[in-house]
């Protein structure tokens, strides 16, 4: 069991998820959403943590030792506890969604699920809740609105990018510091359904360089790495 650090302006999330690696998964992705995360594994490790603090969300597997998401949902609602409900989970049938919904879950997502579609319905209850993810990327002299999907200089002058450029841009400086593959960067920009020649990913991180003015004297470079693919490195970045 994990506790989120103070950070006050931030929308908070509780993961219960008794998988180790979805569970740090979620993890990781929510946090650099932005987001403030705890997480536990099963109902008995969440429930001292709801007691303590008020959540945005509670992300809740429904396949939990003990005690199973259902009953703990209805619960939690029969106690008074309000906070929004995302339920995952690996039954798909129909009596199995109208059951989270009768348990009191505003959402239910089947596993395994695109994590681009948890992220839109993550950032829809928050919403919902009062909260709202960072929408501004602060980085070596540039902001990244990513409510109006806008580059601007410190100066206000904006640059101009395609959809890709844009997508591409946010997921580079979600995950810097890490080596990102080709494909890891074709998933995420362009979409596993979508099929794309790998060497695609170089036009486009090249064309990203040119519109930022990348010069070896930048505060801020996209690595290639042979074979692999690109890590993006950054002397500071800020986020509201």
Request: charged letters at 25%.
């Amino acid at each position: 069991m994990t506790t989120p650090s103070s950070a006050p302006n931030r929308p908070s999330i509780l993961v219960v998820e008794d998988d180790a690696n979805l569970r740090i998964g979620l993890r990781d992705n929510l946090q650099d959403e932005g987001y403030e995360v705890a997480v536990a594994t099963h109902a008995r490790e969440a429930e001292p943590l709801l007691a303590q603090r008020a959540f945005d969300l509670l992300i809740l597997d429904v396949m939990l030792p003990g005690e199973d998401g259902y009953s703990f949902c209805r619960r939690l609602r029969s106690s008074g506890v309000q906070t929004m409900v995302l339920m995952l989970t690996a039954r798909s049938l129909e009596d199995d969604i109208v059951r989270g919904f009768e348990a009191g879950a505003q959402d239910y997502l089947t596993k395994p699920y695109r994590l681009r579609e948890l992220l839109a319905r993550v950032g829809a209850l928050v919403r919902r809740a009062g909260g709202a993810p960072p929408q501004v990327m602060s980085f070596s002299g540039f902001n990244l609105d990513l409510g109006r999907r806008t580059l601007s200089r410190g100066d206000g002058s904006v640059i101009d990018l395609t959809r890709t450029e844009f997508d591409l841009l946010v997921f580079l400086l979600k995950h810097r510091d890490r080596a990102l593959t080709r494909g890891e960067i074709l998933d995420a920009v362009w979409g596993r359904d979508v099929i794309v020649d790998p060497r695609t990913v170089d036009n486009f991180v090249s064309n990203l360089k040119k519109k930022l003015g990348w010069t070896s004297a930048s505060s801020f470079t996209i690595h290639t790495i042979r074979g692999v693919g690109y890590r993006m490195e950054l002397e500071s970045m800020t986020k509201p």
